[in-house]
């Protein structure tokens, strides 16, 4: 028993260093799981709130809508409208016109109700419609709407629905309070892993050390769990980027350390100190210094080893390219129909043998169910949207070649501004060489315009994810300089390469 905790203790300190290096390296990312699982949480458990009975009364009588009243945004806005009058002639004479519309009232940003127009004469009322709106069968208030022919009818009023809100458990406005501290969260937890392991390779105060453990393992098995079971944070981030694991993998990874664990714990008088307690003190304090030190460095810069898609030498073409024999996903037809109250999935195949219909079953649905994916490639949701995200350039992207400047923004609002003189340099120099720059954010229309503006930035923005513009570059903002498709450097915003050192870049 001995040997055994004695080659446990070894395995799972130097696992608990390997991970808290992994993270350190890229605290960024492993910040933004931290983050991902505090709104998963606080989601999970917000107070289910009441919702708003909508009576909307026209000549063709009373029809109610309920909408859920959303707790990040109570105050709503009932506005009421119509589309330009357009006229349609009626035979041969010109005179004679019909002019139509469509009348329009919205829930915030959600159409509520809608109504052809059409009308002959001026100063005629052509529709009233009343809203009431009661939460809990308690009136709330009422507006009415008139629709006039060949007016604009542009009526609005502001629903508070403040009062009305059901409190958030204290719990959840822990977990919120949690996200604006999930880097330094990040930071002490990498510090803490190697401290830990660090601490039971040496045998530094093991029942302290091991009681840690223990903790640790229990919130992070609870995490593995939780995200296996209800498939909420589909990558735990335990081995940040450079180990991938899939929920199931994580929490039976964490079960076999608990078990490990807990046989350390069992026989805790085999672990012996290798230093004396002074030695051992300085150096875990020295460890700890190196740890922050070193996590904090690759927070500020970039992390000191790349395991994202768009690291230096990855040709991003060929990563984002499905191939022409690649297999496609394949679907096949699921028939849902009811009984009794309860739902039953039938196959075409099923549905052949029998006669649902005979044996009293109703039909419901017809939905495309997953039965085999189809390649996918490493990197499947780079786009480089226009401003309305309906159309992607990414091919004019890839079509580009020698060289090019990916800015990646993610949010303008909380981009580093600190060295946009050294960018705008660099732009300089892009413009003198014929190479183009691609800034790619996730921010809105209105804020990248005010952005621009701002730093009288004359490029064009294109639009992508969020969550994949994080996955590019560790910085806001970014540079990615590429040739052709390759990527030949990274730089953070804190670290922009001056003009001398990125034209030398150009002549590699």
Request: glycine fraction near 4%; proline fraction near 3%.
């Amino acid at each position: 028993m001995k040997y055994l905790v004695n080659l446990l203790r070894v395995l799972v300190g130097l696992l608990f260093i390997f991970s808290g290096i992994i993270k350190a390296n890229d605290p960024t990312g492993f910040s933004i799981k931290l983050d991902e699982y505090f709104s998963v949480f606080s989601a999970d458990l917000e107070a289910k709130q009441d919702s708003v009975t909508i009576f909307i009364t026209t000549p063709d009588g009373t029809n109610s809508i309920k909408k859920d009243i959303q707790a990040s945004n109570p105050v709503i806005e009932l506005k009421a409208k119509n589309n330009p009058w357009k006229a349609v002639s009626l035979g041969n004479n010109l005179t004679d016109s019909v002019y139509f519309s469509d009348a329009v009232i919205y829930w915030g940003s959600q159409e509520l109700y809608t109504a052809s127009l059409n009308a002959e004469d001026s100063n005629t009322v052509l529709l009233k419609v009343a809203i009431k709106y009661a939460v809990n069968d308690q009136n709330v208030g009422e507006q009415n709407f008139v629709f006039n022919s060949f007016n604009e009818n542009s009526q609005s009023t502001t629903v508070d629905l403040s009062d009305y809100l059901v409190s958030n458990s204290r719990l959840v406005n822990f977990l919120q309070s949690l996200r604006p501290y999930a880097v330094s969260l990040a930071v002490f937890l990498c510090a803490f892993e190697i401290i830990l392991g660090l601490s039971l390779l040496i045998g530094w105060a093991p029942k302290l050390t091991i009681s840690l453990l223990v903790i640790l393992m229990v919130f992070f098995t609870f995490l593995t769990w939780y995200s296996a079971v209800y498939n909420k944070v589909t990558d735990c981030g335990c081995f940040g980027d450079a180990i991938k694991l899939t929920p199931w993998q994580s929490f039976n990874k964490d079960i076999i350390l608990s078990i490990s664990i807990l046989i350390i714990l069992i026989r805790l008088k085999h672990v012996k100190a290798i230093f004396s307690k002074p030695f051992a003190a300085r150096l875990l304090t020295v460890f700890t210094l190196l740890s922050v030190g070193f996590a904090s460095y690759c927070y500020h810069y970039l992390p000191v080893k790349n395991f994202l898609k768009f690291k230096v030498g990855n040709d991003i073409e060929k990563m984002a390219t499905i191939p022409d024999d690649a297999p496609s996903d394949v679907y096949t037809n699921i028939f849902i129909y009811s009984k009794d109250g309860q739902t039953h999935e039938f196959s075409l195949e099923e549905m052949g043998n029998r006669d649902l219909k005979a044996e009293g079953y109703v039909f419901v649905d017809r939905i495309d169910k997953l039965i085999s994916k189809g390649y996918e490639p490493e990197i499947y949701d780079f786009k480089m949207m226009d401003e309305g995200r309906t159309n992607d350039y990414i091919e004019v992207f890839f079509a580009d070649s020698g060289f090019k400047l990916l800015i990646v923004i993610n949010e303008v609002e909380s981009a580093n501004t600190k060295t946009m003189d050294e960018l705008q340099d660099i732009l300089k120099i892009c413009k003198k060489n014929k190479i183009t720059v691609y800034p790619l954010t996730a921010s809105s229309k209105e804020d990248v315009e005010a952005f621009r503006h701002e730093h009288q930035l004359d490029l064009p923005f294109y639009y992508g994810d969020k969550t994949n513009l994080k996955s590019i570059v560790r910085s806001n903002p970014g540079l990615l300089l590429f040739k052709d498709n390759i990527v030949h450097n990274v730089w953070p915003s804190t670290r922009i390469p001056s003009t001398k050192r990125f034209l030398k870049q150009l002549d590699k």
